[in-house]
């Protein structure tokens, strides 16, 4: 493992990553903050970049704007009450009440602190987790990483918010279906590309990121006015106060960053859980076990309500990268964003890229300790002039979302075809947004589709056609147990709830 | 109606269209005899996608109020200026190779600003050509990719 840190920080150290390492987090910091745009779109606007990149090199900006754009979001909740993702729709509980009382300094102090803190602890864990990990599941076969794939989809959907799962369930399988567009990795033959030479190697996976997330989520923001235009509240961006948080502050909010942060990297490593989930339980966890005092100032400004959030969702971005790295599965739409990059590079994550590129492995693994640092030093005595990012007006910052997310895509294939099916795509994608049906779902089952075929088209051809292999390997059988119980919680929901409509 | 249903019927008729589709998808001599063939996944989804959106639409919805109607939905929503970007869009895919890069995006920006509201002129100007002729610069001298100048200026050269 020495060997592996010393790689990694031979490969991290290079003057170029760390300059990558600052431009991903200050960039991911002013996307994520524009409300509407979240780590997905940051990342996805990226990716053209990453193409010069060598491998590691563009694992390390990505992994950047991820932090960055956790934090960003951070900074339009507290700010103005408008969460660019759903990650921080928990920090603006307190964070917000706490700026209108007057202290918007002290409050993106602490999410910067409490981001530092959870990042690094995380990224403490990461450091022992995945290659352990990566160690084990470097036995596994076909019939395995089939039963993960479906574990990966099925629990992203499972933990879609209430009433949502069926909806999240169909958009995985329009991913999939999605994923069979072009010529076939197995048979050679052409699916569903009606003749036309554009679709024979499939859709492009960024051109359908960009245009489910940046371009559909800026006409999104144009379509319906965002929330923080409407906030009369909302706070001065342009004078947010001290950034001083005092010595008692700081032992109050100890014990909270320290159990959030733990909290965060196991919920971030579970498939589809994320860093939603993590800050809400963190959130629920520090109430519960916050004394009757402190109980009444949550929702009113606490700091600990503020902390709990912030540092479990930054924990639960480093925990996702556990399942990317040694298992080759996306946890969140990020991760899959991250996944559909490394593949275009021709790198498969998983087990082999543990033994086979160490170099990336452990270099995405020692970035992330820069990266915090990074977010720290960098942000913190930016805060004030990054905040007014926000002070500028929509009909410029839109256009320019709208410019850089077709010419990403554009200069890539310098095919203007695929600026039309981006507009098509995200039309669409914007239809099905209004409907309510989540996307990350889909671009994940979009990404898996075609990894999860190779693998079960081998796993039958092992077992000579029968559907043996479910259960012949322990591996596989548990895996697919998990999976079973992870769908069984909202399935049953769903039929317990018609019964009781129905009596 | 409400709109998760909406959602639900258009699946259901792309899951049958999907797995009518698939009925076309060749299959080689080899792996006409294979267990797994080009078509399996896709008729397997086909089913899944089917049975997904019956549930869906069969099963009540998770809330009913009048924010999940598909009126409430869609109304107040600025469409106008939605498809204005999207007709701005296409020409900008239309333009960029026939009026070159820097040209079409200017265009394409000043357009864009304008529809969000900006007026003045002097801004329109500053916040457009600037960013378009760093961006070029950056693209075509600094990494040295090849932008099209437009095959506009191509033809008028031959013509004058």
């Given at each position: 493992m020495l060997e592996g840190i010393l790689t990694g920080l031979s490969t991290a150290l290079i003057p170029i990553n760390i300059l990558l390492v600052f431009v991903g987090v200050f960039a991911g910091t002013i996307i994520g903050m524009l409300p509407g745009l979240g780590p997905i779109s940051a990342i996805t606007l990226m990716?053209?970049?990453?193409?010069?990149?060598?491998?590691?090199?563009?694992l390390i900006l990505m992994a950047g704007v991820y932090y960055g754009?956790?934090?960003?979001?951070?900074?339009?909740?507290?700010?103005?009450?408008?969460?660019?993702?759903?990650?921080?729709?928990?920090?603006?509980i307190d964070g917000y009440p706490l700026a209108q009382k007057g202290y918007p300094g002290k409050a993106l102090a602490v999410a910067a602190y409490c981001s530092f803190s959870g990042g690094t602890i995380a990224a403490i864990f990461l450091l022992f987790a995945a290659p352990a990990l990566a160690k084990v599941s470097l036995s596994f076969q076909s019939a395995d990483y089939f039963a993960l794939m479906v574990l990966g989809l099925t629990s992203v959907a499972a933990f879609a918010s209430k009433g949502k799962f069926l909806m999240a369930v169909m958009m995985t399988i329009l991913g999939l279906m999605l994923s069979t567009i072009g010529t076939s990795q197995s048979a050679g033959v052409q699916r569903y590309t009606f003749g036309r030479m554009d679709l024979i190697d499939g859709l492009s996976f960024l051109l359908l990121a960009m245009a489910t997330f940046a371009l559909s989520e800026a006409m999104m923001s144009v379509l319906k006015k965002p929330k923080g235009a409407e906030n009369a509240d909302a706070v001065n961006t342009t004078h947010i106060g001290s950034l001083k948080v005092t010595r008692e502050e700081f032992k109050q909010i100890a014990p909270t960053i320290a159990r959030s942060s733990v909290l965060g990297f196991f919920v971030g490593v579970l498939p589809g859980a994320g860093a939603t989930i993590a800050s809400f339980l963190a959130y629920g966890m520090e109430r519960s076990l916050a004394s009757a005092k402190e109980k009444l100032k949550f929702g009113k400004g606490s700091l600990i309500g503020l902390?709990?959030?912030?540092?479990?969702?930054?924990?639960?971005s480093s925990g996702s990268f556990v399942p990317l790295l040694t298992l080759g599965i996306p946890g969140s739409g990020t991760t899959a964003v991250i996944l559909g990059a490394l593949i275009s590079y021709g790198i498969q994550p998983g087990p082999r890229l543990f033994v086979e590129r160490p170099e990336v492995f452990w270099s995405v693994i020692i970035s992330m300790y820069i990266g915090n640092i990074v977010l720290l030093v960098l942000n913190l005595p930016l805060i004030p002039y990054i905040?007014?990012?926000?002070?500028?007006?929509?009909?410029?910052?839109?256009?320019?979302?709208?410019?850089?997310?077709?010419?990403?895509v554009y200069?890539?294939?310098f095919n203007t075809v695929d600026i039309f099916i981006m507009v098509f795509i995200a039309s669409i994608a914007l239809v099905l947004r209004l409907l309510g049906f989540p996307m990350a779902p889909m671009l994940l089952g979009f990404i898996l589709g075609a990894m999860m075929e190779d693998n079960l088209r081998r796993a039958l051809v092992i077992s000579d056609g029968s559907i043996s292999f479910i259960w012949q390997r322990p591996i596989t059988l548990t895996i697919l147990i998990i999976t079973a119980l992870t769908l069984l919680k909202p399935l049953l929901g769903l039929f317990i709830k018609d019964d009781s409509q129905t009596a | 109606m409400s709109k998760d249903k909406v959602g639900a019927s258009f699946f259901l008729v792309l899951s049958i269209a999907y797995g009518v589709l698939a009925f076309d998808i060749p299959l080689t001599f080899v792996g006409i005899d294979e267990v797994f063939t080009a078509r399996t996944l896709p008729?397997?989804?086909?089913?899944?996608?089917?049975?997904?959106?019956l549930l869906i639409l069969v099963l009540p919805s998770a809330k009913t109020d009048d924010s999940q109607k598909m009126s409430a939905a869609f109304r107040g929503l600025n469409w106008k200026l939605v498809c204005l970007l999207a007709l701005l869009m296409v020409f900008y895919g239309m333009t960029i190779r026939w009026i070159g890069?820097?040209?079409?995006?200017?265009?394409?920006?000043?357009?864009?600003?304008?529809?969000?509201?900006?007026?003045?002129?002097?801004?329109?100007?500053?916040?457009?050509?600037?960013v378009v002729i760093v961006f070029w610069l950056l693209i075509s001298k600094v990494l040295g990719v090849y932008l099209d100048p437009g095959s506009l200026y191509f033809f008028l050269g031959e013509l004058f």
């Open positions: 990716i053209p970049i990453t193409y010069g990149l060598d491998p590691a090199s563009g754009a956790v934090f960003g979001g951070s900074t339009s909740s507290i700010l103005l009450n408008a969460p660019g993702i759903a990650g921080t729709v928990a920090t603006a902390a709990a959030p912030e540092t479990a969702n930054n924990a639960a905040a007014r990012v926000l002070a500028v007006p929509r009909q410029f910052l839109i256009p320019m979302i709208l410019f850089f997310s077709m010419i990403g200069l890539v294939s | 008729f397997a989804l086909a089913v899944l996608g089917t049975v997904i959106a890069f820097v040209l079409s995006t200017i265009l394409f920006l000043i357009g864009s600003f304008r529809v969000l509201g900006e007026r003045r002129v002097k801004v329109l100007l500053l916040a457009s050509v600037p």
